[in-house]
């Protein structure tokens, strides 16, 4: 689980004195959550049948965490910051934000994070990344970028957090604001260009602001109140080449029209595009999940016209099961 990882180094850790909130109380609001996967599952040959990372407490024995780490799962366990083990049972993934939540099947005893207001924490500002386990798991950290940020998994943010130094144990960590209040939830590690080129880590965080408007729908009905985007099961990185598809999902509605791994996608419908965010975008411009999306690719060098009838992402996955 999360609190098995090596403890960050001690002058690394965020120091008590130097915030004006209860540090302590704050990462005990976060606690570990491993989950298990079926062998027959979609995610199960990208993502593993066995899942690990962190989760925060946001109300009575709710738990928000990342949506990968939760996604198809039968079963899930949560480790407070004294030990205990408590089962999970999966609320909802969202698949737009990249949120996930779990409520606990037994009570947790733990202290809430409040969510706080994202867009209110600037490039500079001093934050806290935390992990399951207290200031051993946790760094002291600032936000160096906010910027868009576009998954070669079908996913998109217009304003995505950025924070160093990078966490090592990323998956579902609390990024804890100047307030003491839940601002982002990790993501992602990536690169950015430092010193002499040598890239240097950095997380990636899914802000709270995103979570807000949609928390009561997913705690009530499973999902936010909006039509599913339409999902083609495709995996594309931009480059110099343009748009080149690595992989399509196995089943999927990309796999099932003819899409072939090295594919470059140049066009949907009349719009030319080069990047991910253009292709995201213009995508999700074409309706809801099921319309039939016409695109123009390039294999080995010659000009194609394919159409992709799109899918609901989760309409491919397993639903939460009860324990």
């Known amino acids: 689980m999360a609190s098995d990882d090596p403890s960050i180094p001690e ?5 008590p004195g130097d915030y004006g909130f209860d540090l302590t109380r704050a990462l005990d609001a976060v606690v570990g959550v491993s989950t298990r996967i079926p062998d027959d599952a979609f995610t199960a040959t990208t993502l593993g049948t066995e899942r690990a990372g962190h989760g925060i407490v946001i ?35 969202d698949f737009e934000t990249g949120f996930g939540l779990v409520m606990a099947l037994g009570a947790l005893n733990l202290p ?3 969510i706080g207001q994202s867009s209110d924490a600037s490039v500079g500002a001093d934050v806290v ?15 160096v970028a906010r910027q868009p940020f576009a998954g070669y998994w079908e996913y998109l943010l217009d304003d995505a957090i950025f924070t160093a ?11 804890i604001g100047p307030s003491g209040d839940l601002i982002g939830v990790g993501s992602l590690q990536v690169a950015t260009p430092g010193q002499r080129g040598h890239p240097v880590p950095i997380n990636m965080m899914v802000p709270t602001d995103l979570l807000r408007p949609i928390l009561k729908d997913l705690v009530r009905f499973g999902r936010a109140d909006r039509p599913s985007r339409p999902w083609l099961g495709l995996y594309t990185s931009d480059g110099a080449k343009g748009l080149t598809v690595m992989s399509t999902a ?6 099932a029209a003819g899409i072939e791994d090295g594919d470059v996608i140049v066009a949907v419908g009349d719009a030319a595009v080069d990047e991910l965010t253009a292709f995201y975008r213009r995508l999700w411009a074409m309706g809801r999940a099921g319309v039939s999306v016409p695109l123009t690719i390039l294999r080995q060098g010659r000009r194609m016209s394919l159409t992709v ?15």
């Open 309 to 323: 009838k799109s899918g609901a992402r989760e309409a491919f996955l397993k639903g939460p099961r009860l324990h």
């Open 11 to 15: 002058p690394a850790r965020p120091q």
């Open 112 to 114: 809430m994070l409040e």
């Open 59 to 93: 109300g009575e024995n709710l738990v928000v965490t990342i949506g990968y780490l939760v996604t198809e799962a039968e079963a899930v366990f949560l480790r407070t910051s004294d030990g205990r083990i408590v089962p999970g049972h999966v609320v909802a993934v």
């Open 129 to 143: 990344i935390a992990g399951a386990g207290g200031r051993d798991k946790a760094l002291a950290g600032r936000v």
């Open 165 to 175: 130094p990078g966490h090592p144990y990323w998956g579902g960590t609390a990024l």
């Open 250 to 255: 196995p089943r999927g509605p990309a796999a």
